[in-house]
């Protein structure tokens, strides 16, 4: 399978990233391994390529102002073995050792992740999970939008058409907060067909989200407000296990039927809430 002829240009400043998103029909290739695939396929044919790969400014990995601050650019690894992260979003490590094997790691970013939104992938879950600011910039200057407003659809994200992601803003959980990721993945892919990110704080409050389960990642309300203020117990799980996917247009398959994925979110997000008890 090969892609279409097209153009390529490796930038060193997202100024210059910007400036090559004037040109139609361009995209930006981070990682390379949603859009790589996709163009060998022929289901993308972009006329230019611009490599961010280059621009370090875009790999920082930081605490700053009471925020876990990631750099769009950062790769699955990086954040896997970051000590930061470690320390205070674990479910951030959990979740980028479960993505894809050791070169998708290697070569993977955050940013293209989110930016692709595939209904799949981990990060959308946990950036939502954690309540996360997505830093994007483009010709009109930057801006912010929340992780809650970011994903609109299937692979559609509020990301301009001249926009990059440039970093992932979290707050920084008090002490006391447990996390978790819980995933059942495509043996082959290794992408979700559930995976469930739980945060639970110190004041009682849990953040509950979903991907693999419909058109894009989501925070489930419902469960959360079964738990808001209760302790984590058998009843009050069962509680936010019941309350769980209201609403919501479950996806069906060739990999799992709509009662089975239904069935997985239950069971996952069961395991989840007993990991963070």
């Not at 990631?70 to 930061?84: E, K, Q, V």
């Not at 970011?150 to 920084?172: D, Q, S």
């Not at 509950?208 to 209760?230: H, M, Y």
Request: with cysteine; hydrophobic share 45%; glycine share 8%.
């Amino acid at each position: 399978m090969i892609p279409a002829a097209f153009e390529y240009e490796k930038v060193t400043t997202v100024d210059e990233a910007i400036a090559a998103l004037s040109n139609d029909d361009t995209k930006i290739l981070a990682g390379g391994h949603s859009l790589i695939p996709a163009m060998k396929l022929r289901l993308s044919r972009p006329a230019k390529l611009v490599d961010i790969g280059g621009i370090a400014a875009l790999k920082d990995l930081k605490e700053e102002d009471g925020e876990i601050v990631i750099g769009a650019a950062a790769t699955h690894a990086d954040i896997m073995y970051h000590n930061l992260i470690r320390t205070h979003l674990p479910f951030f490590t959990e979740g980028a050792s479960m993505i894809g094997d050791v070169q998708v790691r290697n070569h993977g970013t955050i940013g293209g992740s989110l930016a692709h939104a595939d209904p799949a992938a981990d990060w959308p879950a946990l950036v939502l999970a954690a309540d996360a600011t997505i830093e994007v910039r483009g010709s009109d200057g930057s801006r912010r939008i929340k992780a809650t407003d970011f994903f609109t659809g299937l692979f559609t994200t509020r990301l301009g058409p001249n926009e990059i992601i440039t970093a992932v803003r979290i707050p920084k959980p008090a002490d006391g907060a447990k996390s978790t990721y819980q995933k059942f993945p495509q043996p082959a892919s290794r992408f979700a067909l559930v995976g469930c990110a739980v945060i639970r704080f110190a004041d009682g409050s849990t953040n509950i989200a979903f991907t693999g389960v419909a058109e894009n990642a989501f925070r489930d309300s419902g469960a959360e407000q079964a738990l808001a203020g209760k302790p984590v117990n058998e009843e009050h799980i069962t509680a936010a296990v019941n309350a769980a996917l209201q609403n919501v247009d479950v996806l069906g398959d060739h990999y799992a039927s709509i009662p089975y994925r239904t069935h997985l979110a239950k069971v996952f997000l069961r395991k989840a809430l007993w990991a963070v008890k």
